[in-house]
């Protein structure tokens, strides 16, 4: 608790930071946005007129901090090309979004910790040597790549995905699954190797500690050794790396969306560059940046809970 | 009992000479060779892309569309008849060219910072986290396509683009190392003896911290070519008709079913490329880490 | 128990020609050469030897505990209360690890695991060997901690090892050993990394624990003063080889071997005047990847001559009257020298 306290304003100093980061980032892009919303060809007069309504003519920091206000309650304004409040466009592709992240991870995990433990464990043997190089070839894959790959052997070869579209899980749980696994898949392969290479050399790291020797000069088997007295050690790290890969998962998730044609959030953000959307590309930034610092935060939160070398000296 | 001779000092362009001589005359494995030999093709073609015997990558002759390989030209044409194998060539320029650039202003602008933050600390440092901090908040992609919607997508402008996202990461290894090597003897020695800040920086600091960032380097390249083929396959890369590695695998897309070597091509190419980079700058480093506590 | 009744027991571990080569970076590293010895119940053998003498590899090779890459060759038979265990699986091996030989290490600070409490380390062979179910498992491990001498113990049982002192985590590594009351206690420098103070403390703790339990005990140390009350035999290892072994008054009062004879020189004792300068023994220890013909101590002793430069001296009975034949199972004094140390040394030993 007294953790939290302590750290409490470092986060709300970076997200803070975080906002006006972004509201300049975003505000500073070429294109007057009510020449954007009119069009070319619109009377001067109009133009200013809608500035005037938009309240663009104030200092950059009123605005900032009317802006900052605003989405504190919740409001993330209104897009001037769609009409939609911005939140509820956020809100209604998000889980699609969440969906696709959290079995992009799930999967890389389930896959990438028995890997790791058995490379770890046979470290040096022709296995392990196959297993870190099929690891360190998926590295040099990008996502889109690996998805067009996917596409071409399950979807369009052999037929048992398909390659684009989206069907929520409450309307068909089955169809979803169907859609959202290449996608998934796409993301989980790049995660994989990185989890893997990872865990491996931390796991090798504690297998050579001294405990790791008397847990096996009192007879315990080998796999009750891996599990119970050398993964716990080594998976602190990998937690944390888990959460600062966070923004490259949201990042493949652009990709993977707009590839794949799915209704999340990251393709709402895509579309809405390219169509100069200022108000809606700030809104989607801004609860971004924001999610990934506060889950980075609680990531570090759990790490001092699981360690207990920090939770009791702390 | 015989005397204890006394260790033989090498200069330090004596000691790289031998680390050189380490590095090519031990065996780096047939894997090493065969990769910086990729890397050297792919070099040459975007070099010399210009002046090669090839067909015009930007003409289209829809009469060749979607031909495979050795039906005609080398690897076939894509959706608009335009030769694949020149695009390759031309498109390689593109990614090496951002590849170099980016990285080496990422190592520099980073490198600087880190070195002096890691040097100085204090108020900077703090300051200098802080806004690392903030930056890295962001996914990449997310501040890259808002940096090149207000830079351009000019070469120069994506490169300098990716190369801003590089500076967070540089800017933490050599903070990291700098801080390492401030720690040690030969730096206490050297302000002992008078030396002013800068000869310290300059001859203490900076060959120590260098080596590692060097090494990064092309793994760094790497991930440079991935993030700028990402831009392509959204479009957001250098604009046509200069064909780029990314722009041919999103238009491949569209024909997977049909014509699957429009996208396999180049993917090949760019995964053979990213792997090579990865794998020597994986053996180097892991190479001269050990040399390193020689310097 | 009397020396007579010492010879009495059973055979507990019977070493023969244990050879151990090692895989490394410069080559085969021949780090245990030929090894012999035997331990009955009760008894506390000793053994002694600079770093680099193999005692710790040879040690840990008892349980095919080395990791299994870094073995290169493993030769020798070993011989646990009747049964012969060198060429035992893994799997057979982890039910005697534990049970019927317990290890103790160097190290309190690294031994113990940082992410698990007492209770589940203490806990852990109580429940794989002998089938105890937790809760009892854990009654047993606060009884365990009681024994060893840790205060408070029904508390500290489920703490975890960072908030116990460096004398207390030994004494739950202790603890963990004598869990299945073992026949056999291999200690491997179990006080090297302790304060003076404690170290007392743990090795008259050991001694108390074996005399309750008639458990052998093999003492691994590079401290002479540590073995010379403690032990009832002493092994001298030197580059790997058993150059001397002696009931521990005989090594202390007629060693034989010059390096014996030099490791005593060495000790500083109370009784010299002040500033007397302090005997080391001239050379370094030998590198173990190629090693030379001929006796490994001949380029640091004071007595050697030509034949021990060519020839390995081979394992031979101190006492002339014995027959020559050495039966190698035997604990009596042998040594391994072309030319014994003979004169008796004046003064005792710590």
């Given at each position: 608790m007294m953790m939290l306290l302590r750290k409490l304003p470092w986060l709300i100093g970076t997200l803070l930071a975080v906002s006006f980061f972004t509201f300049m980032l975003v505000g500073l892009l070429p294109g007057d946005p009510a020449v954007l919303i009119l069009g070319a060809g619109v009377s001067p007069e109009a133009i200013v007129a809608l500035r005037l309504e938009m309240g663009l003519d104030r200092p950059l920091l009123i605005r900032y901090l009317d802006w900052l206000g605003s989405a504190l309650t919740g409001d993330l304004g209104r897009s001037p090309?769609?009409?939609?409040l911005v939140m509820d466009a956020i809100l209604e592709r998000l889980p699609v979004t969440v969906q696709l992240g959290l079995m992009a991870i799930v999967i890389a995990l389930v896959m990438a910790i028995p890997l790791a433990m058995v490379s770890a464990s046979f470290a040096g043997s022709k296995l392990d040597r196959v297993i870190s190089g099929i690891g360190f070839a998926l590295m040099s894959v990008p996502g889109f790549m690996m998805a067009i790959f996917l596409i071409l052997i399950f979807a369009v070869t052999l037929g048992w995905f398909p390659a684009t579209g989206w069907i929520p899980f409450l309307v068909s749980p089955l169809d979803n699954l169907r859609n959202a696994l290449l996608p998934a898949l796409s993301l989980a392969m790049i995660e994989l190797a990185l989890y893997m290479r990872l865990l491996r050399t931390d796991l090798i790291d504690t297998l050579q500690q001294d405990y790791i020797t008397l847990a096996r000069a009192k007879g315990m088997p080998s796999w009750r050794i891996l599990t119970r007295h050398a993964l716990r050690p080594s998976s602190f790290s990998l937690l944390t790396v888990v959460g600062l890969q966070l923004g490259g998962v949201i990042s493949g998730a652009i990709i993977v969306e707009e590839i794949f044609a799915l209704p999340g959030v990251g393709r709402l953000l895509y579309q809405s560059i390219l169509q100069r959307d200022l108000v809606m590309v700030q809104g989607i930034v801004l609860f971004i940046a924001t999610a990934y610092v506060l889950v980075n935060f609680i990531v570090d939160l759990c790490y001092s809970l699981l360690d207990p070398r920090v939770r009791y000296a702390g | 009992m015989p005397a204890k001779k006394a260790p033989k000092i090498e200069s330090r362009a004596q000691n790289f000479a031998r680390a050189l001589q380490q590095v090519f005359g031990r065996g780096f494995g047939p894997g090493f060779w065969l990769a910086v030999f990729w890397l050297l093709i792919v070099a040459f073609c975007a070099m010399f892309a210009d002046w090669l015997p090839l067909r015009d990558p930007v003409d289209p002759v829809i009469a060749n569309r979607l031909n495979g390989p050795l039906s005609g030209s080398l690897l076939g044409a894509d959706g608009l008849g335009r030769d694949i194998f020149s695009r390759l060539v031309h498109g390689a320029r593109v990614s090496v060219v951002i590849g170099l650039t980016a990285v080496s202003i990422g190592m520099i602008v980073g490198g600087a910072l880190g070195i002096i933050a890691g040097y100085f600390r204090g108020h900077f440092e703090r300051a200098l986290m802080a806004v690392l901090d903030v930056i890295l908040a962001f996914p990449w992609l997310v501040l890259l396509l808002a940096l090149v919607a207000f830079i351009g997508q000019s070469l120069f402008a994506i490169s300098v683009a990716i190369g801003f996202l590089w500076i967070p990461a540089y800017a933490r290894v050599a903070r990291a190392n700098t801080l390492s090597v401030v720690q040690r003897e030969y730096v206490l020695a050297a302000k002992a003896m008078g030396a002013s800040t800068s000869r310290i920086l300059v001859r203490e600091v900076l060959p120590n911290v260098i080596f590692p960032l060097l090494a990064y380097g092309l793994v760094a390249m790497g991930l440079v070519i991935i993030v700028e083929s990402a831009l392509a396959f959204l479009?957001?890369?250098?604009?046509?008709?200069?064909?780029?590695w990314g722009g041919m695998i999103s238009e491949g897309k569209r024909h997977l079913a049909t014509a699957v070597h429009v996208a396999l091509i180049p993917s090949i190419t760019m995964f053979l490329t990213v792997l090579s980079l990865n794998f020597v700058g994986d053996r180097l480093r892991s190479h001269f880490d050990v040399k390193e506590s020689n310097l | 128990m009397t020396p007579a009744e010492l010879e009495e027991q059973p055979l507990l571990l019977d070493v023969r020609n244990l050879t151990i080569r090692l895989n490394s970076a410069a080559g085969l590293v021949h780090a245990v050469e030929d090894v012999s010895f035997v331990l009955r119940e009760g008894q506390t053998l000793g053994i002694v030897g600079e770093s680099g003498s193999g005692k710790s590899v040879m040690a840990r090779s008892l349980l095919n505990l080395l990791p299994r890459r870094s073995v290169a060759q493993r030769q020798g038979s070993v011989v646990l209360s009747g049964r012969e265990i060198s060429a035992l699986s893994e799997r057979d091996l982890q039910k005697l690890r534990g049970a019927q030989v317990a290890m103790i290490f160097q190290d309190p600070m690294t031994a113990l695991n940082p992410v698990l409490t007492i209770c589940v380390q203490v806990s852990e062979p109580l429940q794989q060997h002998l089938g105890l179910s937790k809760p009892a498992a854990r009654q047993r491990a606060i009884e365990l901690l009681d024994a060893v001498g840790i205060p408070d113990a029904a508390s500290r049982v489920d703490q975890y090892p960072h908030q116990l002192s460096g004398g207390m985590r030994q004494r739950v590594v202790i603890a963990i050993a004598l869990a299945c009351d073992p026949a056999l206690l291999i200690a491997d420098e179990p006080t090297t990394a302790l304060d003076v103070t404690v170290q007392k403390q743990i090795l008259d703790l050991l001694s108390r624990l074996q005399t309750q339990r008639r458990m052998g005990m093999l003492l691994i140390t590079h401290d002479l003063g540590v073995v010379a009350s403690r032990a009832d035999y002493i092994a001298v290892m030197y580059a790997g080889r058993l150059v001397e072994l002696a009931p521990a008054t005989t090594l202390f009062s007629a060693m034989r071997h010059p390096y014996t004879e030099a490791l005593f020189n060495s000790i500083p004792r109370i009784t010299d005047p002040a500033h007397t300068r302090l005997q080391a023994i001239p050379g370094r220890p030998p590198q173990l990847h190629n090693p030379a013909p001929g006796c490994a101590f001949a380029p640091r002793c004071q007595y050697a001559q030509q034949r021990c430069h060519r020839e390995t001296p081979p394992v031979v009975p101190s006492e002339p009257s014995v027959s020559s034949v050495v039966p190698v199972g035997q604990t009596q004094h042998v040594h391994a020298c072309f030319f014994p140390v003979t004169r008796p040394i004046t003064g005792g030993a710590n």
């Open positions: 090309m769609t009409g939609e | 479009g957001l890369s250098v604009e046509a008709p200069q064909p780029t | -």
